[in-house]
């Protein structure tokens, strides 16, 4: 009735940020990494934290060729930026001068001689993507028209991400563990929170609330969340899923 975990291929199209002084000595590059199949987005400085989070790319191109008093820290500082809003990998395109300073530093990040070959920046992505890939293979758990990427820790319908709490991911998660089977609130509450709380049941209802709010879903119709009285809660009867698609694009920003 419900549907498994599994780990699957993730269909959509791996998304590509380029921040780069020099557009021009990047277009050759963009254009390869288009026809490679990669969604590529542009920018000319470091972008705001609000537009990584909007476009959400899945690796960062970052060329500091021009920057002649780029340094192993410099690099570091922008490799743990990108991180923190969720990049998980970064190239870096830097001058001669600057590998070699990196180098003696002994720094981690990836690094490539710029201006270079776009040839060689495509070889360098495949690589690191497939690194990416294959130590951290993706699990999607769908429900109805619901999808749960739980590498990203993210919940989208439709095509668009649902704007969830951590504990109301948690929550829905729980519940999705279940297959349908009631959980007391009792039992939620110890996995989610890992121990038994003071006002616990109405902690648990007030989530529940919040949960089905932005999943409008209906407490008397449910058609994710279902209440069991007297007891807990269960996923709602199973109906036919949505399809979930994202559109491949090629974007300026």
């Known amino acids: 009735m419900f549907r498994t975990e599994q780990s699957v291929e993730i269909t959509k199209p791996r998304r590509i940020m380029i921040v780069s002084r020099q557009p021009h000595s990047v277009q050759e590059t963009a254009a390869l990494l288009m026809g490679d199949g990669f969604d590529v987005f542009m920018t000319h400085q470091c972008p705001e934290k609000a537009l990584i989070a909007q476009l959400a790319p899945d690796m960062m191109i970052y060329d500091l060729s021009a920057e002649n008093k780029a340094t192993a820290a410099t690099i570091a500082s922008v490799g743990r930026f990108a991180v923190q809003e969720g990049v998980a990998r970064t ?23 710029w201006p270079g070959s ?55 998660l729980v519940l999705i563990h279940a297959s349908g089977s009631v959980l007391s609130r009792e039992v939620i509450t110890e996995k989610i929170w890992g121990c038994a709380l003071f006002g616990s049941s109405n902690t648990v209802d007030v989530h529940i609330k919040t949960l089905r709010k932005k999943l409008s879903d209906n407490a008397l119709f449910p058609k994710y969340v279902a209440t069991v009285r007297g007891v807990g809660y269960r996923l709602a009867d199973e109906r036919p899923a949505a399809s979930f698609s994202v559109a491949q694009s090629a974007t300026y920003v």
């Not at 190239?91 to 590998?99: K, P, R, Y």
């Not at 993507?129 to 739980?150: G, H, N, P, Q, W």
Request: glycine share 4%; proline share 1%; charged share 25%.
């Open 91 to 113: 190239l870096f395109l830097v001058s001669e001068s600057t590998l070699a300073h990196c180098l003696a530093a002994g720094t981690s990040e990836e690094l490539l001689v």
């Open 118 to 172: 776009p040839s060689e920046v495509l070889l360098h992505v495949r690589r690191i993507v497939r690194s990416a890939e294959s130590s951290a293979i993706a699990t999607l758990r769908t429900f109805k028209d619901l999808m749960i990427d739980t590498g990203r820790m993210a919940v989208y319908r439709d095509g668009r991400e649902l704007k969830l709490t951590r504990t109301e991911y948690d929550l829905l």
